[in-house]
C-alpha cells in the first residue's frame, strides 16, 4: 500500500501564494497520473490539475495562469503552486496517484486552504 502525506496548506489573504507539496511513499516514476483535486464544503471534489502519460498537463479553467503542477521524481514528492489566491479557491486539496501496477488510485488525507478576502 502506498502512501500520499499532503502538506502546505493553510490560512492565507487573497492574492497571495502557497505551495503543496505530496510525498509518495514509493516511486512516482511509475504512475501514469498526478494530480491535486480539491473539495470545497457542500461541494463535490473537482480536478484542480492533472499530470498523465506523457507528462501532459491539464488545469481546471478557474486555476488556469495561477496554479502550477510538477513533479520531482528524485523525492517522489508533487507540487502544486497556487498563485494569485482567490477566496473561491478555499477548500481541501488532495493528492492523487495512480500507479501503473495498482488497479486503483491512492489519495492522501488532504490539506486545508483558507483563503480571506
Known amino acids: 500500500q502506498v502512501h500520499l502525506v499532503e502538506s502546505g496548506g493553510g490560512l492565507v489573504q487573497a492574492g497571495g501564494s502557497l505551495r503543496l507539496s505530496c510525498a509518495a511513499s514509493?516511486?512516482?516514476?511509475?504512475?501514469?497520473?498526478l494530480g491535486w483535486y480539491r473539495q470545497a464544503p457542500g461541494k463535490q471534489r473537482e480536478l484542480v490539475a492533472l499530470?498523465?502519460?506523457?507528462?501532459?498537463?491539464n488545469y481546471a479553467d478557474s486555476v488556469k495562469g495561477r496554479f502550477t503542477i510538477s513533479r520531482d521524481n528524485a523525492r517522489n514528492t508533487v507540487y502544486l503552486q497556487m498563485n494569485t489566491l482567490k477566496p473561491e479557491d478555499t477548500a481541501v486539496y488532495y493528492c492523487?496517484?495512480?500507479?501503473?501496477?495498482?488497479?486503483?488510485?491512492?489519495w492522501g488525507q488532504g490539506t486545508k486552504v483558507t483563503v480571506s478576502s
Open positions: 492523487m496517484a495512480k500507479w501503473r501496477a495498482q488497479p486503483l488510485a491512492s
Open positions: 514509493g516511486s512516482i516514476v511509475s504512475t501514469n497520473a
Open positions: 499530470i498523465s502519460s506523457g507528462d501532459n498537463i
